[in-house]
């Protein structure tokens, strides 16, 4: 891991955020997340974040890519005028403010009522408070007790084996979900399904 | 020393954006750029707390020459448990007592990244584009009913 080259991807990821939902054009802004993804890829990667890291090139960056843009094509690109939307002052100045609560919260220690707040820890800390309770027993014991050297294989696939085998149950519902919703199957090409079309024609 | 803590302030930003974005952007596919930003933000804290400084990706590495002598001193030992596991089939309790502690050293804590947190991150991601492909599904739809991915025109229409 490297402080330096992590700082440098991530103001670039975040530079790249900014540009995604500022520019004009739907399209633009939809390749742009795609690189977006990519470029976070190599943040996973240079964190140390191997499979973090292929999951999100291959998923985040590839799959979820072609998805909006396969919608941007059924939908055709009609962006409307940016800038007009009522929220706009108060929803920027509500998130400024949860920005600098959030800011102050995880900057520095502080004491609250008598009780010490401590700050965030470095990135990178070997004492910090998720490297030293639970996570040393599966680091230590992972290869002996599931036979494999990848660590995050073990865990997903052994320790938290059932975790694994119902989150397959969230894509397939999640799957089932967009084949109903899309009405696919219904023997009307890119029509939408009799129920939805009664109802276009009674209202 | 504040790079060690700019990561934690890129996450708040990304998550900001993202929430900004989704509060005023009209076009609803916008606004599905705008939740992708978020979790990305969510997803880069936990990553963020995992990393530690000069340690491995978490995949644990025995020195070669370790590997080599365990592969002499086990060969015929290897057999002859495998065999016992076989025939007895199923009770894999006393299987680890295989490995010799002294030929294989256990992994140092230290040494390698926390791999809970990228455990969880990897679910995080494909739920991600399980609700993407649901929430694109659901705009189709809107377009297909109303003629339309504008907010205000959509909520003009439903007036």
């Known amino acids: 891991m490297s402080l330096y080259l992590n700082s440098l991807l991530v103001l670039f990821l975040l530079g790249l955020a900014i540009l995604a939902i500022r520019t004009r054009r739907l399209f633009t802004s939809v390749v742009i997340l795609g690189a977006f993804g990519f470029v976070l890829a190599l943040v996973w990667a240079n964190l140390g974040a191997v499979d973090v890291s292929f999951t999100e090139a291959v998923v985040g960056a590839g799959i979820s890519t072609v998805f909006v843009l396969a919608a941007l094509r059924r939908v055709g690109e009609r962006e409307v005028e940016p800038g007009a939307s009522r929220f706009q002052a108060g929803g920027g100045v509500a998130l400024l403010c949860l920005g600098l609560v959030l800011l102050m919260a995880k900057s520095e220690t502080r004491t609250v009522d008598g009780h010490e707040v401590p700050r965030l820890p470095a990135i990178g800390a070997k004492d910090s408070p998720a490297a030293r309770n639970v996570s040393p027993y599966y680091i230590e014991h992972a290869e002996e007790d599931a036979h494999t050297p990848n660590i995050v294989t073990a865990v997903l696939a052994d320790y938290r084996g059932y975790d694994t085998m119902l989150e397959t149950g969230v894509v397939f519902t999640a799957a089932m979900a967009s084949i109903l919703i899309l009405g696919v199957g219904c023997g009307q090409g890119n029509g939408p399904p009799p129920a939805a079309r009664d109802e276009e024609s009674s209202s | ?159």
Do not use: C, W
């Open chain 2, 1 to 159: 020393m504040t790079l060690e803590l700019l990561n934690y302030y890129v996450f708040t930003a990304l998550m900001l954006v993202g929430l900004y974005a989704m509060m005023t952007r009209r076009h609803l596919i916008r606004k599905v750029v705008g939740m992708m930003i978020f979790q990305t933000g969510a997803i880069l804290f936990f990553i963020s707390t995992a990393a530690k400084v000069d340690a491995d990706i978490p995949i644990v590495r025995h020195a070669p020459v370790v590997i080599a002598e365990a592969a002499e001193t086990h060969d015929d030992h290897d057999d002859d448990t495998h065999g016992a596991d076989d025939t007895h089939g199923g009770d894999d309790g006393h299987d680890p007592s295989g490995h010799g502690d002294a030929d294989h050293p256990r992994a140092k804590a230290d040494d390698y990244v926390n791999p809970l947190p990228h455990v969880l991150m990897l679910t995080a991601i494909v739920v991600g584009v399980a609700t993407l492909g649901v929430a694109l599904g659901i705009i189709l739809r809107i377009q297909e009913h109303f003629g339309t991915l504008d907010e205000d025109e959509i909520l003009e229409k439903l007036r």
